[in-house]
């Protein structure tokens, strides 16, 4: 049950924006096994004014980057966790031409008693 927030620069066509959502369930499909159809993201778009990011810890990174956070059930393990950040970049690079260096991940552990799904109860707790 991934939640996903994208955040990057406005001024990308449609094309691209869903070649992002395309690749990032693709990829939680891969290294998480995340059942079909479980797909909760959005995209938020800044003008450069309001979105930075710096080359911290030896990442040059463009005005391409794009930070993706994802919130997960507290169950993941760091190997399901590195395969995920892989194959984001990996999927990202060849649709829609990120590079590797612009790929920004976070992911959150939330307990699953944090979780409603829908109807106000927690469906998983």
């Not at 079909?36 to 003008?47: A, C, K, L, P, R």
């Not at 992911?107 to 927690?122: M, R, T």
Request: glycine letters at 8%; proline letters at 6%.
């Amino acid at each position: 049950m991934p939640l996903l927030h994208i955040s990057m620069r406005a001024g990308k066509p449609d094309a691209y924006r869903k070649a992002i959502l395309d690749g990032l369930y693709r990829a939680m499909r891969e290294a998480l096994n995340v059942p079909e159809g479980d797909e909760f993201m959005t995209i938020s778009e800044y003008s450069p004014t309001n979105f930075r990011c710096g080359n911290a810890y030896g990442v040059n990174r463009s005005d391409d980057a794009v930070l993706i956070q994802i919130t997960v059930f507290a169950s993941r393990t760091a190997e399901q966790k590195k395969a995920l950040y892989r194959r984001i970049a990996e999927l990202l690079g060849d649709n829609p031409g990120i590079r590797p260096e612009d790929v920004f991940v976070n992911v959150l552990d939330a307990p699953a008693e944090n979780w409603s799904v829908g109807h106000g109860i927690a469906q998983f707790a």
